[in-house]
């Protein structure tokens, strides 16, 4: 059974994963990735076999709770797996899979995803399903689970995992980097970074982590000064940080765009520049929106892009560029020369990246802070992350909310916003 209806090909809805056990072993000049997942997971059916997602790298052992005469075949996209014995809807079973090859992003109509070679080490961009191209998982964005990553790479290098850092040792010149994640992760937010980078701290907060090749260690420090008056800002309106890590990674590569993952951010050479400051903003606030507050289904994007755009906005007001609702301003009269042939709430795959998300998105918020006025939407953002933290929500869940703060039906606005294609017009914010 798969998932989620602008993704079918992916994930199977008869099983949830309570967590990861990822042990890799990548070996940078081959591009060759060993692995050993164990996926500890709960029957949601009756079930007798089951579906993970694998791309582009071969399983050579499948064992379902230590069984070894566990069956299973593996097709271009998924390992199915056949349970030694049927299991009931709640029942709990182990997999374990033992798989490598030389991983390579997918192709998908999002551009290619997932694991991919950089000149000189490894990256993992895997919004919305590139997961499958370097672990075996159930990649369904409503079906988080903790995980464990072990990473072990070569001399000279570093991988940087998602999670916690739990340990770093050496053996025969091979570094083992060790995270946890007891916070739930999506698929598309777990990620390994492999480079040469070293790590440092950052003046002014010391939570956050850098890593760096060592020629961008002080441009990173510069391009992120700011990075703890940003925290402090969005722990101020959206509630405190709620991640247990904060790692900036640069690549010597370029990106086209930086990359959110669970207590991370990733970006490219080229985003150190100063005029890139909003992207460093827009990544931080997804470690709210998106990483900790998180969708089930994608066709409620807009309340992680839409959210982050707007905490851009935020920013940019408090940093002494372009205020809020200049900002509003701006982007409204853009949007205004664009077609209208997209819906918010229901963008369709194909247009769920469309920058026309964010900024109509970050536009509603606006709309909304403008009708509740500065008190209520300051309650409503921070009720929203703490309700919701760590949690699925979907844009009803928003309403919701959003009208019993107000004390009044709000479906007028989020008709005119988020159902409709037309752009309604854009409402002035009150002094104060
Ligand atoms: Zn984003």
């Known amino acids: 059974m798969s998932g989620d209806p602008y993704t079918p090909q992916s994930g199977d809805t008869s099983f949830d994963v309570e967590s990861y056990d990822l042990e890799l072993d990548y070996r940078v000049r081959t591009n060759r990735l060993e692995g050993h997942a164990t996926i500890n997971a709960v029957a949601a059916a009756a079930i007798s076999t089951i579906g993970l ?8 052992r499948v064992r379902v709770d230590g069984d070894r005469r566990t069956k299973y075949t593996q097709g271009p996209r998924v390992l199915r797996v056949t349970l030694p014995h049927r299991l009931a809807a709640g029942e709990r079973f182990s997999v374990e899979v033992v798989y490598a090859g030389t991983p390579g992003p997918r192709r998908s109509r999002w551009g290619v995803i997932g694991w991919e070679e950089l000149d000189d080490g490894a990256l993992v961009a895997s919004q919305p399903t590139g997961a499958p191209t370097w672990f075996p998982c159930n990649d369904r964005p409503d079906d988080r689970a903790r995980m464990r990553i072990a990473v072990t790479t070569d001399a000279g290098y570093l991988a ?9 040792s050496s053996r025969a010149g091979r570094t083992t980097v060790v995270a946890e994640s007891a916070v739930p992760v999506a698929t598309y937010l777990a990620a390994v970074h492999v480079g040469h980078y070293e790590q440092s701290d950052l003046a002014g907060d010391e939570r956050v982590r850098l890593f760096t090749p060592p020629a961008l260690r002080a441009p990173a420090a510069d391009a992120f000064a700011p990075v703890p008056q940003m925290l402090a800002l969005f722990e101020d309106v959206f509630g405190p940080y709620p991640q247990e890590d904060c790692a900036l990674v640069v690549t010597p590569d370029e990106l086209e765009i930086p990359l959110e993952a669970q207590g991370m951010a990733v970006f490219g050479v080229n985003h150190l520049e100063p005029e890139e400051q909003r992207l460093i903003a827009h990544e931080l606030a997804h470690q709210w929106f998106g990483n900790s507050v998180g969708i089930g289904r994608w066709r409620d994007i807009w309340l992680n892009e839409g959210f982050a755009c707007y905490a851009e906005w935020l920013w940019s007001e408090a940093s002494g560029a372009a205020t809020l609702a200049q900002e509003a301003v701006a982007h409204y009269a853009r949007l205004r020369a664009l077609p209208k042939d997209l819906v918010l709430g229901d963008p369709g795959p194909e247009l769920m990246f469309d920058d026309r998300v964010y900024k109509r998105g970050a536009l509603t918020l606006y709309a909304l802070r403008c009708e509740l006025g500065a008190e209520p939407f300051a309650r409503l953002l921070r009720e929203w992350t703490a309700t919701h933290q760590h949690g699925l929500a979907t844009d009803d869940d928003f309403r919701h909310l959003a009208a019993q703060i107000a004390g009044r039906d709000l479906a007028p606005l989020f008709t005119a916003w988020v159902d409709e294609r037309s752009l309604p017009r854009l ?6």
């Open 160 to 168: 940087v995992p998602t999670g916690r850092p739990i340990s770093r």
């Open 427 to 432: 409402p002035k914010l009150a002094a104060g």
């Open 53 to 60: 997602d694998l791309i582009g790298l071969r399983a050579t």
